[in-house]
C-alpha cells in the first residue's frame, strides 16, 4: 500500500511540524522535501508555509500536500534526531513520525 493510499482516497488534510529541540541539522528534510522543509542560518530545519516562508515559531505547522506526502513522510522516517511529525488536521492524531500509533 502506497502512502497516499494509507492517507485514504479523499486525501485527508495533513500536517507537519519539527521539534527544533530534537533536530540535528542534517538536512535530510530539506533533500527529500525542499518545498516543506529548509534550514535556517541557525542550522535547524523548520516547515515553510504556502508562501516559502519559513515558519520559526515553536511548534509552528504547515500542510502536508498529497502530491509530497510521500517525500515528508520518508523525511520522517529517514531523520536522526526523530522530530519530524506528520498529524491528521481532524484530530491532531500523529500518523507518521516518533509518536505515531
Same mark, same amino acid.
Given at each position: 500500500?502506497?502512502?497516499?493510499? /494509507?492517507?485514504? =482516497?479523499?486525501?485527508?488534510?495533513?500536517? !507537519?511540524?519539527?521539534?527544533?529541540?530534537? %533536530?540535528?541539522?542534517?538536512?535530510? %528534510?530539506?533533500? &527529500?522535501? +525542499?518545498? @516543506?522543509? /529548509?534550514?535556517?542560518?541557525?542550522?535547524? =530545519? &523548520? !516547515?515553510?508555509?504556502?508562501?516559502?516562508?519559513?515558519?520559526? =515559531? +515553536?511548534? =509552528?505547522?504547515?500542510?502536508? +500536500?498529497?502530491?509530497?506526502?510521500?517525500?515528508? @513522510?520518508?523525511?520522517?522516517? /529517514? %531523520? +536522526?534526531? /526523530? %522530530?519530524?511529525? !506528520? #498529524? #491528521?488536521?481532524?484530530? #491532531?492524531?500523529? !500518523?507518521?513520525?516518533?509518536?505515531?500509533?
Amino acid at each position: 500500500m502506497t502512502v497516499q493510499q /494509507e492517507a485514504g =482516497a479523499g486525501g485527508e488534510a495533513l500536517e !507537519v511540524w519539527i521539534d527544533q529541540d530534537l %533536530c540535528t541539522g542534517d538536512g535530510i %528534510c530539506a533533500q &527529500y522535501a +525542499p518545498e @516543506v522543509f /529548509e534550514l535556517d542560518i541557525d542550522g535547524l =530545519a &523548520y !516547515v515553510k508555509g504556502s508562501d516559502d516562508e519559513l515558519l520559526q =515559531a +515553536p511548534g =509552528a505547522t504547515t500542510a502536508v +500536500p498529497l502530491t509530497l506526502l510521500t517525500d515528508v @513522510v520518508d523525511s520522517a522516517k /529517514e %531523520c +536522526p534526531g /526523530e %522530530c519530524i511529525h !506528520v #498529524r #491528521r488536521v481532524s484530530d #491532531r492524531v500523529e !500518523v507518521y513520525g516518533p509518536d505515531a500509533e
